[in-house]
């Protein structure tokens, strides 16, 4: 879709359990966004609708219905949501087949290849993880491609995992874009860190390799590299071109316009009996004093892992926010963690406009965020769908 355009979309529900779709990313008003009050039961229909206001950017869609996304998602209720507009097409960069979405994501299979989900409570205070990889629903991707520039837009659209992904070639990784489209400028890096939920478009010119070469994606996340995809040079192609040296501006919003600049709200997202935020677990209608921002207000937002709350595991909280995207502003390690976490934090995607930020046991993130699109009731929680289905996650309204 082009931003702009309004959209209706008539969701069916056929399951025999409620569900809904959430627009990860996307400016939405709260009753088409997903939130959890709003779910269709068995055989209902709810319609969605509403403009496209978002940037370009590569956004996605999923389940929401509390308790149940996770199950929802992991059975394949997710995909991509793309928008485009004209500041991009001007920039003319790789478009049509050479612009590659890839969709990764993990499942567990047993021996007669049915899909598994959670069956115990580790599952679900851990995290799912599955013993396959899959991209775009497939196991062992081969993508041929041409001698020429790509852009790939990757989703880690996975309940639980974090992947720590590589060029097994060890080339450069060239960052063009992260949850809400484009950077202000091409980010070089070894590995990115890769959060669930979380999207980086990746710029690649296979010109720099032979026709007959094969280089993969792979995951470092777990010791041995893991092949995610692996792109096959096949084919000549004479087309050239060069990545912008700049790509696209961000609005940058200045943290000393925040009305809360000298005392940021804080969101303490930790492992008690279940995991919570700031203690509390969720409840489809509690809104908390601390829940509460003005339309159009800037804020600062702090998420904090609190590793002592005692109890159980350290464990990392990828954090997200409906209705407003937001921008990092700091990131601080627990000198305790510093070098558990060495080989991930050089592969931070914390620029340009994001909607989920990785928060590893021991870090604090601020963030600021501008509340300026629709009042309402929207939702932030942990990105984990495990975690948010055992309740951690909260409402907060926006007012007028
Ligand atoms: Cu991907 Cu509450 O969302
Ligand atoms: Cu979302
Ligand atoms: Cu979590």
């Given at each position: 879709v082009r931003t702009g355009q309004k959209v209706r979309i008539r969701f069916q529900n056929n399951l025999q359990e409620t569900s809904n779709i959430h627009w990860h990313g996307l400016y939405v008003p709260d009753y088409a966004?997903?939130?959890?009050?709003?779910v269709a039961q068995p055989g209902e229909e709810y319609v969605y609708e509403f403009e496209v206001?978002?940037?370009?950017g590569t956004y996605w869609y999923h389940p929401h219905p509390h308790q149940r996304t996770g199950a929802q998602v992991n059975a394949g209720m997710a995909g991509l949501f793309i928008v485009e507009d004209e500041i991009e097409d001007a920039?003319?960069?790789?478009?049509?087949?050479?612009d590659v979405p890839l969709v990764l994501q993990d499942r567990r299979f047993d021996e007669d290849n049915q899909l598994l989900y959670v069956n115990n409570m580790h599952d679900q205070t851990m995290g799912f993880r599955g013993n396959r990889i899959l991209v775009n629903g497939k196991l062992d991707q081969t993508i041929p491609v041409a001698t020429r520039p790509y852009r790939l837009r990757l989703l880690n659209g996975s309940n639980s995992r974090i992947y720590i992904l590589a060029w097994d070639d060890e080339s450069p990784m060239k960052v063009i874009g992260t949850d809400g489209g484009l950077i202000e400028r091409t980010v070089i890096t070894r590995y990115i860190t890769f959060g669930p939920a979380e999207r980086a478009e990746l710029w690649v010119d296979?010109?720099?390799?032979?026709?007959g070469t094969k280089v993969s994606l792979v995951d470092?996340?777990?010791g041995q590299p893991i092949t995610i995809a692996t792109f096959s040079v096949d084919e000549v192609s004479d087309v050239r071109m060069t990545l912008p040296n700049r790509l696209r501006g961000i609005d940058s919003i200045d943290p000393?316009?925040?009305?809360?600049?000298?005392n940021p709200r804080s969101f303490e997202f930790s492992m008690g009996r279940t995991p919570v935020i700031n203690n509390l677990t969720y409840q489809i209608d509690g809104v908390d004093d601390n829940e509460i921002v003005r339309l159009g207000d800037t804020e600062i937002w702090e998420f904090i892992n609190n590793v002592?709350?005692?109890?159980m595991m350290p464990m990392p909280h990828p954090v997200h926010m409906h209705g407003h995207q937001f921008q990092i502003i700091e990131r601080t390690v627990d000198p305790d963690f510093a070098q558990q976490w060495a080989g991930i934090i050089?592969?931070?995607?914390?620029?340009?406009?994001?909607d989920t930020v990785l928060l590893m046991p021991g870090e604090t993130v601020r963030v600021v965020v501008r509340f300026d699109h629709y009042e309402g009731i929207f939702v932030y929680h942990c990105h984990m769908l495990e975690h948010e289905d055992l309740g951690m996650m909260r409402n907060y309204q926006v007012k007028l």
């Amino acid at each position: 879709v082009r931003t702009g355009q309004k959209v209706r979309i008539r969701f069916q529900n056929n399951l025999q359990e409620t569900s809904n779709i959430h627009w990860h990313g996307l400016y939405v008003p709260d009753y088409a966004d997903g939130h959890p009050r709003f779910v269709a039961q068995p055989g209902e229909e709810y319609v969605y609708e509403f403009e496209v206001i978002n940037r370009a950017g590569t956004y996605w869609y999923h389940p929401h219905p509390h308790q149940r996304t996770g199950a929802q998602v992991n059975a394949g209720m997710a995909g991509l949501f793309i928008v485009e507009d004209e500041i991009e097409d001007a920039l003319d960069l790789p478009s049509g087949d050479f612009d590659v979405p890839l969709v990764l994501q993990d499942r567990r299979f047993d021996e007669d290849n049915q899909l598994l989900y959670v069956n115990n409570m580790h599952d679900q205070t851990m995290g799912f993880r599955g013993n396959r990889i899959l991209v775009n629903g497939k196991l062992d991707q081969t993508i041929p491609v041409a001698t020429r520039p790509y852009r790939l837009r990757l989703l880690n659209g996975s309940n639980s995992r974090i992947y720590i992904l590589a060029w097994d070639d060890e080339s450069p990784m060239k960052v063009i874009g992260t949850d809400g489209g484009l950077i202000e400028r091409t980010v070089i890096t070894r590995y990115i860190t890769f959060g669930p939920a979380e999207r980086a478009e990746l710029w690649v010119d296979f010109s720099d390799y032979e026709v007959g070469t094969k280089v993969s994606l792979v995951d470092l996340g777990e010791g041995q590299p893991i092949t995610i995809a692996t792109f096959s040079v096949d084919e000549v192609s004479d087309v050239r071109m060069t990545l912008p040296n700049r790509l696209r501006g961000i609005d940058s919003i200045d943290p000393q316009q925040a009305v809360n600049i000298d005392n940021p709200r804080s969101f303490e997202f930790s492992m008690g009996r279940t995991p919570v935020i700031n203690n509390l677990t969720y409840q489809i209608d509690g809104v908390d004093d601390n829940e509460i921002v003005r339309l159009g207000d800037t804020e600062i937002w702090e998420f904090i892992n609190n590793v002592n709350s005692g109890g159980m595991m350290p464990m990392p909280h990828p954090v997200h926010m409906h209705g407003h995207q937001f921008q990092i502003i700091e990131r601080t390690v627990d000198p305790d963690f510093a070098q558990q976490w060495a080989g991930i934090i050089n592969g931070y995607l914390d620029y340009g406009w994001k909607d989920t930020v990785l928060l590893m046991p021991g870090e604090t993130v601020r963030v600021v965020v501008r509340f300026d699109h629709y009042e309402g009731i929207f939702v932030y929680h942990c990105h984990m769908l495990e975690h948010e289905d055992l309740g951690m996650m909260r409402n907060y309204q926006v007012k007028l």
